[in-house]
DNA sequence: GTGGGAATCGAACGGTCGTGCTTTTATGGG
DNA sequence: CCCATAAAAGCACGACCGTTCGATTCCCAC
């Protein structure tokens, strides 16, 4: 019982790894089983398709995003600083280099990969998980505006999209372009889009 | 001469077709042939390895961007209805859905597949691209800050990020989440930043 | 209409892919 | 310590990958 979870845990572990920066159709059975020293049957008998593999690897890595992103947001105190802990922690988790993710948000690769198949199991998966997040997002805007910091008649939604163009923005500035600025970038966008859902701003709609 | 040029024309329109959906990598030799009826060593023979291949794709989706995005908007008046034009245009190139990309903007898809590649033809010719795009957006972006309808002290290069992760954002939301509202949303998002930076506004630095 | 170069094809190459089998080895409860 | 069971390995499969090369077909200037 222990060998076989303890095994595809650490399977798991890297493949997250090779999904940062191959995405997740980049990996293999074969280049996986190798990393691991370890054959492609004895690896694949753990997953039951690769399908399954992938599915596995992003409610693994929904795990890391949990636990390293979410959760110590929300021991901050409700309001614009549990929003802007959120923030931080999320751009921290796009530059997770040393640990699980060497290639940047598995999240983002796997989103731009799978935007055009047909539904399926993976892509359903992703999806879910991202509406998800999106609601986790709206409960924290809405416990600023409830503190009284944003404005009453915001859309909540809006904001959340907004902010993922944010990170999303980060993510192609600090990848693609190896631009260093692209972490202050985004808090600076992260600010002014703050700023212009203060209470008093003119509504823009 | 023609009948050569042709059929590379005909191919690198196919093969930005299935780049769409697929992304560059995506694209392989054997169903893009059958695709277009041809044999596999018949078509290869065009570009003399699927790297070069790849770079073609973009140089050719460049093309059909600057034509159909940045020379339309450049018959408006310099400033914000250049802008206004440009963003417009390039709201619709992600959704170029009927003409030579289903599956939304190449650009993007490469973006993400490239980013944690280390340096290669490819990637480093999508890199160059993207830096030209920036650049044409300052220079829009200023001629609004010369018309007097940005502020003076705008930080040109922060707003063409800001307007680029409204992009990926509405890539993100269409694409992936299937979002009607996506476009809609983008719109918002583009007019509140356009707000932000507009004269008389407090520098949020 | 013929010759020559361009365009295309057919077949093959070594490799890797995901996935079934069967067999061997390791593990841990009685 | 034994033995049922779990885990891993070994091997094979058909399919497709990018690429090469020699043969074939087409087009067009003379």
């Known amino acids: 019982m222990s060998k076989g979870v303890q095994t595809r845990e650490t399977a798991l ?17 074969g280049t996986l089983a190798s990393s691991l020293e370890m054959s492609k049957s004895g690896l694949f008998a753990h997953f039951k398709s690769k399908e399954q593999l992938q599915v596995d690897v992003l409610e693994y890595a929904a795990q890391l995003f949990a636990m390293s992103v979410v959760q110590p947001a929300l021991k901050e105190p409700r309001g614009l600083e549990r929003l802007r802990a959120l923030c931080e922690n999320w751009l921290g988790w796009d ?15 796997a989103a731009m990969e799978f935007d055009d198949e047909p539904d399926g199991p993976v892509r359903d998966f992703l999806v879910a998980q991202q509406h998800q997040w999106f609601d986790s997002m709206e409960i924290v805007i809405r416990g600023a505006i409830r503190e009284g910091q944003l404005r009453e008649d915001l859309d909540t939604l809006q904001f959340a999209h907004d902010l993922n163009g944010i990170m999303l923005g980060h993510h192609f500035a600090a990848r693609l372009l190896r631009d260093e600025a692209a972490p202050t970038r985004a808090r600076v966008a992260t600010e002014r889009l703050i700023d212009s859902a203060r209470p008093g701003t003119p509504v823009t709609d």
């Open 13 to 29: 572990r890297e493949a997250l790894a090779q999904s940062s920066h191959l995405g997740l159709k980049g990996i293999t059975i």
């Open 95 to 109: 530059g997770y280099a040393d640990y699980a993710m060497p290639g940047g948000c598995v999240f983002i690769s």
